[in-house]
Every structure is written in structure tokens, then in C-alpha cells.
């Protein structure tokens, strides 16, 4: 038996990190009832490219759920719910606050209905504060946490991240990990709570190091001048001969006498304390000098902490991944099929099953009727 087996969640989250937070859920066994507006459902639907009859993004983050259309704003709404609602374990919503309570599906009200209910609520800047209604997206968040300070270009201004930290190191992963703490806390207290999952709240704890060194120091970091924003040469990205990237992470000693050693490095950089900026020079013009090809010969079997940058497409068809078995499930769409989102919940606690559907927009409507003649 998966670990989530019997625990039914509603879903009125859309995009990203609600979505992929019920993915995790629904991965650990969870019975994900996805919550959409009839007609167009949720928005990521619509993106490109199309997997099948709606959009990859939707695809991936939706396998394996079910899906209801309804029209939440319908007098009738909160009525035609009540059923599932007394028998769900777990709401996730990622409106603005205030917005479900209008709806009357607001935790108080859910609650009245269903006193166990676990509620949690994913929001950019939290259920209260001065910045509670900003409509703000990924960068914004990272950008008022500071993260986005720590990051540059040639030119010194901020890089934008290829990932989406806030939506989902913010948002999903805190909202799983709230959301089992509160099904475990409800095992011995019999009621559920409200979770205020807040993503720019969640960014700082990534900035551990900075907020250290600033409180405790005085030294609040720069881009560019810290070790892990480019002010060391021992955590470092330089560029190879055929213009490809060593990210280069020899921080320990030991390890940075191995690499120095195997560069060649003279003898007198080696001492990065003295002009750090120096040895990264020297760095790079030995890195600079040799192929990624012949790097990846150099450091093969070396205690260096080096690796040649790869493109997504190389990372995908890494035989190490393909012996870790990342890539082993399926998402199936039609007749198409391609490899589902991997995620972090472990082999153990997911089904035996390798391949799975999303489901199509409302195809799970008839769960409202039988819902409403069981209470009936």
C-alpha cells in the first residue's frame, strides 16, 4: 500500500506550484481531484507545445489525477462540492487571499463541513502582510528575497534564473511537506488547520549563508564576490576550447590540490588567498587551453569535483540517469508517449505502475452526481 492510499485531495490550484505540489501527492498513492472552470479549465492547458489534446507543461504536472469542471462562482457551487468536501483529507488552493473565502470555500467555512480538512493556501507573499495582494510571479519573489542581487552577468546586472525557484523550492515543496506534517498532526488531534504557504517567505531559507554572514559579520554578499557567486576560483564556471563550461567545485583543500595539480597551475597562484582574482585568471587560461573532451580525460577518476556543463538533451540520456532509472515512467496521451516529469518521492512509496494519463477536462464530473446521491 502507497503511504497517501485513501487520502483524497481537491485541487483548485492551476499553473505550477499548487499542480505540481498534488503531483507529489498523487505520486505517493493521494487520489487528486482536480477543480476547473468549465470550458477552458486551467490555464496551462492552452500553453504550447500540445501534448495530445492540451499542453505538455499541463500534462506533466496533471498525471495521473482527475478532473471537474465547475463554475465556482455558481450559485449552486459550494452546494453541488459539500459532498466531496466531507470526504476530502486535503485542499490546495493558490488564489489570492480573500478569494475562496468570497467563493464561500474559505478554510472556516470548509471546516464547519469537514473539521478534519488539512487546507492549505499558496500564495506569492502570504495570507497577510503589506504585499498580500501583489500580483507578482517568480522573479519577483526571488527579487524581493534578495536572490536576485546575488546573480550576474558580464555586465554586473541581475541573470535571470532558468529554474523557477520561488514556484517550486517556495511553493510546492514547503506545501507537501505542510501538508503530511498536518495529516500527521491530525492523527493525534483529530482536527485539520490552514497552511499559509507563502513562496518569497520560503526563498530566504536558500540564502542561509548570506543572512549569516550578514547578521552575524556585517558582510552582507555582492554578485560576484562571494564564494558561490563567482568570487572564488575554487566554485567557478570557465570556459573550454571549443567553447563549452567547466563548472569547477573544488572548494576543499584536497581537492583543490588535485585540480591545480592537474592543470598545472604554477605554483605560486595556488595560494588563492593571496589574489584570488589572479589565480582565477590563471585558472582560466589553463581551462581555456583544453577541450571538454579532454578536461573530461584529464579529471576522469580524479578527486577534483569538475564536470562539463551539459545541455538538457545531454543531461536526459545520461547513462548514470538511465541507471538511476529517472527517466522509467510514462506519461501517455492518445496515442503518444514520453517520459513523465520525474519527482522526488521515493521508488517505495509509488505504484508498481509505470505508465499513466492526465485526465481530460471534466472527465470526472460524474463524481459530483454520485456524491450528491450518497448524501442524498
Known amino acids: 500500500m502507497q503511504p497517501l492510499t485513501g487520502i483524497r485531495v481537491l485541487d483548485f490550484s ?70 466531496l468536501i466531507e470526504t476530502a483529507d486535503v485542499i490546495v488552493e493558490q488564489f489570492r487571499p480573500g478569494v475562496m473565502e468570497r467563493l464561500g470555500l474559505g478554510y472556516e467555512a470548509l471546516a464547519a463541513i469537514n473539521p478534519r480538512i488539512v487546507y492549505c493556501a499558496i500564495t506569492g507573499y502570504g495570507q497577510s502582510g503589506p504585499k498580500a495582494q501583489v500580483a507578482a510571479h517568480d522573479v519577483n519573489f526571488v527579487g524581493d528575497a534578495g536572490m536576485l542581487s546575488l546573480t550576474a552577468g558580464a555586465d554586473g546586472a541581475p541573470v535571470l534564473p532558468p529554474a523557477l525557484i520561488a514556484d517550486i523550492a517556495g511553493g510546492t515543496y514547503p506545501a507537501v511537506m505542510n501538508i503530511l506534517l498536518a495529516l500527521r498532526a491530525r492523527d493525534a488531534t483529530g482536527r485539520g488547520c490552514k497552511l499559509d504557504i507563502a513562496m518569497a517567505d520560503n526563498v530566504f531559507t536558500f540564502l542561509y549563508w548570506a543572512l549569516g554572514n550578514g547578521w552575524a559579520a556585517g558582510a552582507w554578499p555582492r554578485a560576484g564576490g562571494e564564494l558561490v557567486t563567482g568570487g572564488s576560483p575554487r566554485y567557478n564556471i570557465y570556459r573550454t576550447r571549443d567553447d563549452r563550461f567547466l563548472a569547477a567545485a573544488p572548494i576543499e583543500d584536497k581537492f583543490w590540490a588535485n585540480f591545480c595539480a592537474l592543470l598545472e597551475v604554477e605554483p605560486a597562484l595556488r595560494d588563492d588567498t593571496h589574489d584570488s582574482a589572479a589565480t582565477r585568471t590563471a585558472v582560466a587560461a589553463r581551462v581555456s587551453r583544453k577541450t571538454a573532451a579532454e578536461l573530461r580525460a584529464l579529471f576522469d577518476g580524479q578527486d577534483v569535483c569538475c564536470s562539463i556543463v551539459s545541455t538538457v538533451d545531454e543531461a536526459v540520456r545520461d547513462p548514470h540517469f538511465a541507471a538511476r532509472r529517472v527517466f522509467e515512467r510514462k506519461l501517455v496521451a492518445g496515442e503518444a508517449t514520453i517520459n513523465a516529469l520525474p519527482v522526488p518521492v521515493a521508488p517505495a512509496f509509488r505504484s508498481a505502475g509505470v505508465e499513466q494519463s492526465y485526465p481530460a477536462l471534466g472527465e470526472a464530473n460524474g463524481l459530483l452526481q454520485q456524491s450528491s446521491t450518497k448524501k442524498e
Not at 15 to 29: F, K, Q, V
Open 14 to 83: 492551476t499553473l505550477l506550484p499548487g499542480p505540481l505540489a498534488t503531483l507529489l501527492l498523487a505520486e505517493a498513492g493521494a487520489e487528486v481531484i482536480k477543480i476547473e472552470r468549465p470550458g477552458r479549465g486551467d490555464e496551462m492547458r492552452a500553453y504550447e507545445p500540445k501534448l495530445g489534446a492540451d499542453s505538455v507543461n499541463f500534462a506533466l504536472l496533471n498525471r495521473g489525477k482527475r478532473s471537474i469542471a465547475i463554475d465556482l462562482k455558481a450559485t449552486d457551487a459550494v452546494a453541488r462540492l459539500t459532498p
